[in-house]
């Protein structure tokens, strides 16, 4: 076991002055032994959340919500996760093959049926694209959301994981294929980089005050969060790539420093240093900038969440409840949106927003967030694992239930009466979500996976486009080794 030993005064000190605490190498991490204890609480969480994504997609067209049991919007990122879970179902045998690969037909189905188009009603997507959410029911636009790149990045990845695992030569597991090919090569990547060498954040067919004249956001993926993923897919394209320079202009505006011990290139919410790992294996393969820097993108990951972990055991703040078996932030739900008094000090909290700290940014307001650890499980075991049942074993039912652990909680806000936006007080241990997120649902299960037998790793290093995108990258070393 790794042990992490944080002793601060000022903020700063830890951010900038401590010492870097040595890590494992991948190989250590991956080949970590669980504990018997650690097996059985890890086979619950991973069915349990299996289980949201099979129980609470649409099986009509696939979509799966954004949230649960709250009535919701579907989220695409989240069926890009709910077909990396489906697979995974299939290997433990909660779900037949048969069964999965149905669901799986039936989604890519209809994303490949669904009306493309420029109009700003009756249509799923754009150019290849998919709107960020839309509606459960008929698939269309959710309300005015943004086309969105990344959100098309996650569900393609999804299509992806399932194309590399229905490989028979049966008409059914070739139509797989075959979806999965022409969804992927009819998205316009080059068009979503509106003449830059980077790729947009996202297109709107409405006027709105964040677009330029011709639609797009004034924002585009620059380094470093979860953008990784998308410039892979979209270097990698058969059809639409992108210019190889547009990985130099994303690794550019990286920001590599120290916070809590640990040197690694900054973003502060987890989930950024989680999402690409996901489907891509980065353990021992190299772009320029990091072999620049001595380390590969895991470690990374594992840097920052080794960070996280001793700014929790800190708790610079005086936030209730943290500590060195209780740590994690990232995009999630939050209380409400105002400033309460706690114990006398005046807190600011707020509801859904992207928690995290760095040197970069200082987003906490003592919600906790269970897919920080969860995510990060693939990278950190020794301590991801501890704090998960750390956490569901301090507060029970009120954050573990159904589907595995409720987006969020916040111990230090037990104050009474006061109106939420969302979730509930429990006396005497603090405030808790009521929903289950699918994109905070779908890092844990698929990471678990990663962390016992490199599942998901696996079949997508077998996957040409991904394979592509990181040579056109020039990733060298490691799995990629004789394959450029």
Request: glycine share 10%.
């Amino acid at each position: 076991m790794l042990a992490i030993a944080v002793a601060c005064g000022a903020l700063s000190a830890c951010m900038r002055g401590a010492s870097v605490v040595s890590a494992p190498s991948a190989s250590e991490s991956t080949s970590y032994q669980t504990s018997p204890a650690e097996s059985a609480f890890i086979d619950t969480l991973s069915r349990r959340t299996f289980d949201f994504f099979w129980q609470t997609t649409n099986p009509r067209n696939g979509l799966t919500p954004d949230r649960w049991p709250t009535k919701s919007f579907s989220s695409v990122a989240a069926v890009g996760f709910a077909l990396t879970a489906y697979p995974i179902g299939v290997e433990h045998g909660w779900v037949t093959r048969d069964a999965a690969r149905e669901r799986v037909l039936t989604t890519l189905r209809f994303f490949w049926n669904a009306p493309q188009g420029a109009q700003r009603t009756g249509v799923t997507g754009y150019r290849g694209f998919f709107y960020h959410f839309l509606d459960m029911e008929t698939g269309e636009r959710f309300e005015h959301v943004e086309l969105s790149t990344i959100d098309t990045a996650l569900l393609l990845a999804g299509v992806l994981t399932c194309r590399q695992y229905f490989d028979r030569d049966d008409a059914a597991d070739r139509e797989v294929r075959s979806l999965a090919d022409s969804l992927y090569s009819r998205v316009d990547w080059k068009w979503a980089t509106d003449g830059a060498p980077v790729v947009n954040m996202g297109w709107r067919p409405d006027v709105a005050p964040n677009q330029n004249a011709r639609g797009f956001n004034i924002s585009s993926w620059r380094g470093y969060d979860e953008g990784m993923l998308l410039y892979v897919l979209a270097l990698g394209s058969p059809t639409h790539s992108i210019d190889p320079v547009a990985w130099t202009e994303w690794t550019r505006s990286y920001v590599w420093d120290r916070f809590y011990g640990q040197d690694y290139v900054q973003f502060g919410p987890l989930f950024g240093h989680q999402y690409s790992h996901i489907w891509i294996d980065f353990r021992r393969v190299q772009d320029d900038y990091m072999r620049g820097r001595g380390i590969d993108y895991y470690e990374n990951s594992r840097r920052a969440t080794l960070a996280q972990r001793a700014y929790a055991t800190a708790n610079p703040a005086g936030w209730r409840g943290y500590a060195a078996d209780a740590w994690g932030l990232s995009a999630s739900d939050g209380p409400l949106d105002s400033t309460v008094t706690v114990d006398g000090t005046r807190r600011t909290f707020h509801t859904y927003w992207a928690r995290g700290v760095a040197t970069t940014e200082m987003n906490d307001d003592g919600t906790l967030v269970p897919t920080a650890a969860g995510g990060s499980i693939a990278f950190a075991p020794e301590v991801a694992i501890s704090a998960l049942i750390s956490m569901r074993r301090t507060y029970g039912d009120d954050l573990f239930g159904r589907y595995g652990f409720v987006d969020a909680f916040n111990p230090t806000l037990r104050t009474p009466g006061i109106q939420l936006h969302h979730g509930r007080i429990v006396s005497g241990l603090g405030w808790f979500d009521t929903d289950y997120l699918g994109i905070d649902q779908g890092p844990i299960l698929a990471m678990i996976e990663n962390l016992r037998s490199e599942f998901v790793w696996k079949l997508m290093r077998q996957n040409v486009a991904i394979v592509r995108g990181m040579c056109r990258a020039h990733f060298t070393g490691g799995w990629l080794t004789d394959r450029c």
